[in-house]
Nanobody
Framework: QVQLVESGGGLVQAGGSLRLSCVASGRTFNGYGMAWFRQAPGKEREFVTAIRWSGGTTYYADSVKGRFTISRDNAKNTVYLQMSSLKPEDTAVYYC????????????????WGQGTQVTVSS
């Protein structure tokens, strides 16, 4: 059974940094795309960034380019989201997700989801 478990969320001031982690278990993830989405209250779930487990190609939403970095540690089966220069508009629940094959920015294409971790950025 595939499980994705996020951690690392919290409260941070604008301009600060946080690192989220997503530990994946239950299968090997070669050939999978791993992604981070976020959802703010009253808004739709929004693509943030993705990485191909094999090869490490990355993709970013324009809103986070230059501020967020996705990476993975194959030995630990963990995907990270390093967030810097945080803004109040980054406040949301952040979700880790996995899908077979290439990345997608559409959350409907993802097969597995974590439970989410809250990130709150104060002004």
């Amino acid at each position: 059974q595939v499980q994705l478990v996020e951690s690392g969320g919290g409260l941070v001031q604008a301009g600060g940094s946080l690192r989220l982690s997503c530990v994946a278990s239950g299968r090997t993830f070669n050939g999978y795309g791993m992604a981070w989405f976020r959802q703010a209250p009253g808004k739709e779930r929004e693509f943030v960034t993705a990485i191909r487990w094999s090869g490490g190609t990355t993709y970013y939403a324009d809103s986070v380019k230059g501020r967020f970095t996705i990476s993975r540690d194959n030995a630990k089966n963990t995907v990270y989201l390093q967030m810097s220069s945080l803004k109040p508009e980054d406040t949301a629940v952040y979700y880790c997700a996995a899908k077979v094959g290439f990345y997608s920015s559409d959350p409907r294409n993802y097969d597995y989801w974590g439970q989410g971790t809250q990130v709150t950025v104060s002004s």
